[in-house]
């Protein structure tokens, strides 16, 4: 499980909650470095680093979107796939009222609100992701199947190549 340094925040109170085992893999966070410096740092490949995405449908109803870090998301594609006219990025200041997290430390579990969570289906055939735990500079590692077990998010296909 986590080590005595684990930073508590709301995401590791979830995971514990739950029973769920994670390893705490701290970093020094860069302003606007996202996955790229998070991988780097960790020594890990990007593509297992899942950033935590806020968006809203035309409707302003928020949503999280569980995203490789070296892919893009196609919002066209997602608001299709979910019945919306519009999905876009919430502002940083929207997705902390939802989240109660500040934007670079956004994670999925634990949130303010419970807000439905997609994913990106190949994402749980990873064996290990690294995605954050509820501060910057703070990634957990955990087994897929936690967090479908967890957050029961919808997969789906909306990812591309940056």
Do not use: W
Not at 78 to 107: D, F, M, N, W
Not at 127 to 149: C, E, M, Q, S, W
């Amino acid at each position: 499980m986590a080590k005595d340094k684990t930073p508590v925040t709301p995401a590791v109170r979830a995971l514990r909650a739950a029973g769920i085992d994670f390893t705490d893999h701290p970093y020094a966070y860069e302003e606007k470095g996202g996955t790229a410096v998070s991988s780097r740092e960790l020594g890990v490949d990007e593509h297992c680093v899942i950033k935590t995405l806020v968006m809203e449908d035309d409707r302003k109803q928020p949503l999280i979107v569980l995203m490789h870090g070296d892919l893009q998301v196609s919002t066209k594609e997602l608001a299709r796939l979910i019945g919306a006219r519009s999905v876009e990025p919430c502002k940083p200041e929207t997705a902390q009222k939802h989240t109660g997290y500040l934007t670079g430390g956004t994670s999925p579990f634990g949130t303010k609100k419970q807000l439905p969570v997609y994913v990106e289906e190949t994402i749980l055939e990873l064996p290990i992701i690294y995605i954050n735990g509820g501060k910057r500079g703070f990634l957990v590692g955990i087994a897929p199947t936690d967090l479908t077990r967890l957050l029961q998010p919808t997969p789906l296909r909306v990812g591309y190549a940056k």
